[in-house]
């Protein structure tokens, strides 16, 4: 396989999860809120600092994601105990909703891949597919 065609199966697959994860969210959330949902079911109520921290991206991003998951009415937010300035993400009941949704749409996949492969070609692609992962997170 050619470097060209490595690239372009790579975003082959990136495209088609996209849109298999948008079918499965009429709501149009994008990648980037997504992120922000699942880091507060992950790690908890977080700031917007925090979100920040942990995802890698701008505060100004965070808070334009925020305000399209209020709008929704996936996250809420409330004052810091600590620092009565600073606002307190958490996940709304119908954001942790959605979620579920997604995950259900993650196990769909899932189980279509499951099918489609062989037991060695299953361990093949969780093997290669951890390289792959480790190789585009190793300088974050």
């Given at each position: ?13 990136q495209?088609?999860l996209?849109?298999?994860r948008?079918?499965?969210s009429p709501?149009?959330?994008?990648w ?9 079911r992950l ?6 600092s925090?979100?920040s921290?942990?995802l ?5 991003n ?18 810091s105990?600590?620092?009565k300035?600073?606002?307190v993400t ?7 909703e959605?979620?579920?949704r997604?995950?259900?749409?993650r ?7 499951f ?13 290669l597919?951890r390289?792959?992962?480790d190789a ?5």
């Open positions: 396989m050619s470097f060209k065609e490595l690239e372009n199966t790579l975003s082959l697959l495209c088609t996209v849109a298999q948008t079918i499965s709501e149009k959330v994008t980037a809120q997504y992120d922000v949902m699942e880091m507060l790690q908890g109520d977080l700031t917007p925090d979100l921290q942990k890698g991206i701008s505060r100004q965070v808070s334009k994601s925020l305000r399209a998951l209020k709008k929704h009415q996936f996250v809420s937010q409330y004052q105990e600590t620092d300035r600073e606002l958490q996940l709304t009941p119908e954001g942790e959605f979620l579920s997604a995950a259900t749409g196990t769909r996949n899932a189980e279509k891949v099918a489609s492969l062989d037991d060695d070609e299953q361990r093949q692609f969780r093997i597919s390289k792959v992962i585009l997170t190793r300088d974050q």
